[in-house]
């Protein structure tokens, strides 16, 4: 009984209390909700949509080129682990006149993964402007109307964050510059809503066979 006591001390609880602290603190709620009632991309004359979708909502600005590095980042960590959810979107928000460097990163992308799940929005600057501002982020667009960061965008047009981040406090987005962000707080964070998501429709389907 004392074997069994001691293994169980130097072996069970040293694993179950590095599961707890890996998981982070986040995975035990709900994704808060940092700004309600996102604009839509109708706004950009988009025909797609943010609605009944749980979308990455990305800025590639005019310098698509020097963003590559990013979106790859974002394909490898993020997307090819979560595309098969079928209400999953990565949507990048881009200037008009920019279509050909889109249609090279989309091939580029397309060689290491089913990219059926990302969409390119076209805008003009200052309809790009005004959409941005729409999210109510303490992050700024740069001078070619990008940034590395990427937003959490529900399927009610709520942007999701944290309230509580070690780091930065309130959370907005996510650098897809940073391999360990992606890996260490997005992909948790995603995780998070989609499982949201999951529970929801399990009620539903519960509450319809009452």
């Known amino acids: 009984m004392k074997k069994t006591f001691v293994l169980v001390v130097l072996f069970v609880l040293p694993l179950v209390a590095y599961l707890f602290f890996a998981s982070g603190v986040n995975n035990f709620g ?10 839509d991309l109708n706004t950009l004359g988009a025909d797609i949509s943010l609605e009944n979708k749980i979308s990455i909502l990305g800025f590639l600005g005019k310098d698509v080129e020097l963003k590559k590095g990013s979106a790859f980042n974002l394909n490898q960590k993020i997307y090819k682990r979560f595309y098969e959810f079928r209400d999953f979107q990565i949507v990048m928000v881009v200037p008009k006149g920019m279509e050909e460097k889109v249609t090279i990163l989309k091939k ?20 790009i ?5 729409g999210l109510k982020t303490n992050i700024d667009l740069d001078d070619n ?4 960061y990427v937003f959490i965008v529900d399927k009610t047009r709520n942007l999701r964050g944290r309230t509580d981040d ?17 890996n260490n707080k997005m992909e948790d964070d995603v995780k998070i809503i989609l499982a949201e998501y999951r529970m929801a429709l399990k009620k539903n389907n519960a509450d319809r066979e009452k």
């Open 30 to 39: 709900k994704l808060p909700v940092l700004t309600e009632n996102v604009p």
């Open 108 to 127: 580029e992308l397309g060689d290491l993964a089913d990219i059926k799940g990302w969409k390119f929005v076209f805008g003009s600057d200052a309809d």
């Open 129 to 133: 402007t005004t959409f941005f501002g």
């Open 145 to 148: 109307l990008g940034t590395p």
């Open 166 to 182: 070690e780091d930065e406090g309130v959370k907005y987005g996510f650098n897809t510059i940073s391999v360990a962000e992606l």
